[in-house]
């Protein structure tokens, strides 16, 4: 009788606990350098991986103490020698979207193909968007916002197949 008890209080206190933590906001945490990489991430996490997360932008080289980590030196999430942020992202959460794994490749080219030819006849033209909408916006907040923007139409409008360049 007292095992089946405890059994049931645990069973309770575990659902609880889900219970809360479900309705807590998440919230991803990254600096403020940001790129195509960093800004394609932050689109990703708003609208595929978690939905309404918080995401907050603290100085570069400041210490990040909130929130799940992204595109830091000691972040889970980061760009390497061959993978974006985003791909990083988008294989651990799982997120199986073909529009998304397109614009996984773009990323891709734009970031970790830095100094070669583009693969992609669409990756220069997202990587000059982003570049004039940091260019421009005023803030950090206008940024991301005016980022998500060219993200959305990007997502929207992906056709099938990217287009290579000759």
């Known amino acids: 009788m007292k095992i089946r008890l405890t059994a049931i209080l645990l069973l309770v206190?575990?659902?609880?606990?889900?219970?809360?933590?479900?309705?807590?906001k998440q919230v991803f945490s990254t600096w403020d350098d940001f790129e195509v990489d960093k800004l394609a991430s932050v689109w990703l996490i708003r609208r595929h991986i978690a939905p309404g997360a918080e995401v907050l932008v603290f100085p570069r080289n400041q210490e990040i103490d909130k929130g799940v980590q992204f595109d830091t030196p000691y972040a889970p999430y980061k760009r390497g020698p061959m993978q974006s942020t985003f791909e990083a992202l988008a294989?651990?959460?799982n997120v199986k979207d073909p529009k998304v794994a397109l614009m996984g490749r773009l990323?891709?080219?734009?970031?970790?193909?830095?100094?070669?030819?583009?693969?992609?006849?669409?990756?220069?033209?997202?990587?000059?968007?982003?570049?004039d909408v940091m260019g421009k916006a005023p803030d950090n907040g206008e940024i991301l916002t005016r980022a998500a923007e060219v993200f959305d139409a990007l997502y929207r409008d992906m056709p099938e197949e990217l287009e290579r360049n000759p």
């Not at 206190?13 to 807590?24: C, H, K, S, T, Y």
Request: glycine fraction near 2%.
């Open 13 to 24: 206190v575990l659902v609880l606990a889900a219970v809360l933590q479900a309705g807590e």
């Open 91 to 93: 294989a651990h959460f």
């Open 107 to 131: 990323v891709h080219d734009i970031e970790i193909n830095v100094w070669e030819k583009k693969v992609y006849k669409k990756s220069a033209e997202i990587q000059i968007r982003i570049m």
